[in-house]
């Protein structure tokens, strides 16, 4: 079987699919130690959700300043070449070392290489839609640059929204918007694969009874996460309802996570300490706010954690150990959180201005069905299954193919990193034996 067709040719080392931060870091340890590597991201820049996060916890530095010094190191790498907006179609195992992929590449629409990032096309350009990266707080413009730190930091054009009226084409100095460019296929050769497609948020539509898209001060913990970026879309902390500076913000923890009633039984493993972190922040920006969080049990497990949480509480931070059942909107754009008081033994209700759904952490289960040969195992919560989990963590079920990160469950960005190394260290190993 051959997926050969009329398709541009290119080979390298290792394909490593998704650049968040542990896709990232495999492509930049393989690339150090002289393999060529073909790096894919479907979205528009590299960095993942990392490069969207405010700070980080326990040690409360800037997600930005990690990121963005990783990012510029992989786009430079001589050994790695990045294709964003693509994603493999297929991905066939001709034999030991020897795989073959079919990679697609959408149509930018502006020839990265020549475009400065000056941002006249977004200024030209009449129509406005809702930023995705900003996670639907804000709008933007169809032609646009994704965000600020972006890399690459060049426009794209949302062909989908576009009227085609031109005016981005007349603005532009460097005239390198091109609306001929049409979707590329290309044939890839490599010897090893690293899945690092990481994870997908629970979407709380799921939970109407939560009220999030009909109350607009119900929100996510990543558009709170986007409020807080230095990257964010407003100046300061504002619920979206009304404009409004809030001062008495409530977490609901395990937003469709430990709920099998949503389909996902497992502990995300983030979600209570970013909460944590983001009410610390919180205290920074807004001093006069209270913070409430409900909980069912908070799972303070990795090195500095539980002090996190200790310093959160002696901060201010109210925890209460409570099920919360539903929330409903008032007027003024208040929400009523009705909850089940565990301690107590009673059900309450308490008035808050704002409140965040620590939503949880789903498998990206794509990725599985793009193997046309072999069969990429999932584990029984869908994500990619390590087969040999205690002695070769990275393994999967096809000899050749590691996963790095996420993709493989939950956990949080140290362990991400580590993730990817091990996926590194692997797949080394793995090409290293071909010359045996
Ligand atoms: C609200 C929130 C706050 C957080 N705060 C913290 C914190 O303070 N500290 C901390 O340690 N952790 C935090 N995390 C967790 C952190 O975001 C993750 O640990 C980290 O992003 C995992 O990295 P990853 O590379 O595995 O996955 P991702 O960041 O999901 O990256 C995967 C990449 O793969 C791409 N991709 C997916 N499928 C394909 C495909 N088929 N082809 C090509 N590309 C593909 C995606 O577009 C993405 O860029 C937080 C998470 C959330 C949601
Ligand atoms: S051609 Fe499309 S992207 Fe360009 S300015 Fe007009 S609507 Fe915006
Ligand atoms: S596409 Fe042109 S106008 Fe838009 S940011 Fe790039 S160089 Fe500037």
């Known amino acids: 079987m051959s997926i050969q067709k009329q398709m541009k040719t290119l080979e390298y080392d290792v394909l490593v699919v998704g650049a968040g931060i542990a896709g990232g870091e495999s492509a930049l340890n393989l690339a150090d130690l002289g393999y060529k590597v073909l790096l ?120 989908d929204n576009c009227t085609l009226c031109g005016a981005c084409e007349r603005a532009c100095p460097t005239k390198c918007i091109d609306f001929t460019q049409t979707p590329e296929e290309f044939l890839v050769k490599i010897k090893s694969v690293v899945i690092a497609t990481g994870f997908e948020l629970f979407d709380p539509l799921k939970i109407p009874r939560y009220g999030y898209g009909k109350y607009k001060n119900v929100i996510t913990s990543m558009q709170m996460e986007r409020e807080l970026a230095p990257t964010r879309p407003f100046n300061t902390v504002l619920r979206p309802g ?74 201010g931070v109210e925890f209460i150990k409570g099920k919360v059942g539903k929330i409903t909107g008032k007027e003024n754009g208040n929400l009523v959180v ?46 990619v299954n390590q087969v040999d989990l205690m002695a070769s963590p990275a393994k999967t079920s096809i000899e050749g193919v590691f996963v790095a990160g996420t993709a493989s469950g939950p956990m949080d960005i140290p362990d991400s990193i580590l993730s990817g190394g091990a996926a590194s260290a692997e797949t080394t190993s793995y090409l290293r034996k071909e010359s045996l």
């Open 40 to 159: 894919l991201e479907k979205e528009l820049s590299i960095g993942g959700k990392m490069i969207l996060l405010s700070k980080v916890f326990p040690t409360l530095d800037c997600a930005a300043c990690i990121t963005t010094p990783k990012v510029s190191e992989i786009a430079r790498h001589p050994n790695i070449t990045i294709f964003t907006g693509a994603e493999p179609q297929k991905i066939l195992k001709k034999g030991s070392h020897r795989f073959e992929a079919v990679v697609l590449q959408k149509p930018r629409y502006v020839h990265v290489a020549d475009c400065t990032g000056c941002q006249l096309c977004e200024e030209a350009c009449p129509v406005s839609v809702t930023d995705e990266y900003q996670y639907g707080l804000v709008g933007r413009k169809a032609a646009y640059i994704p965000f600020s730190i972006a890399s690459p930091r060049a426009a794209a054009i949302d062909i």
């Open 242 to 315: 009304d404009g409004k500076m809030p001062d008495n913000i409530a977490y609901v923890l395990c937003t469709g996570s430990r709920d099998k009633s949503v389909g996902n039984p497992i502990c995300s493993q983030i979600c209570c300490m970013y909460s944590i972190k983001q009410a610390q922040l919180l205290m920074g920006a807004l001093p006069m706010a209270d913070i409430t969080i409900y909980y069912l049990h908070i799972r303070a497990f990795g090195k500095g954690f539980n002090e996190f949480y200790v310093q959160a509480q002696d901060m």
């Open 338 to 383: 009705r909850y089940e008081d565990i301690k107590a033994g009673t059900v309450k209700e308490a008035e808050h201005d704002m409140v965040v759904l620590s939503v949880g952490v789903l498998p990206n289960q794509g990725i599985s069905g793009v193997f046309e040969n072999e069969e990429l195992q999932l584990d029984p919560f869908h994500f």
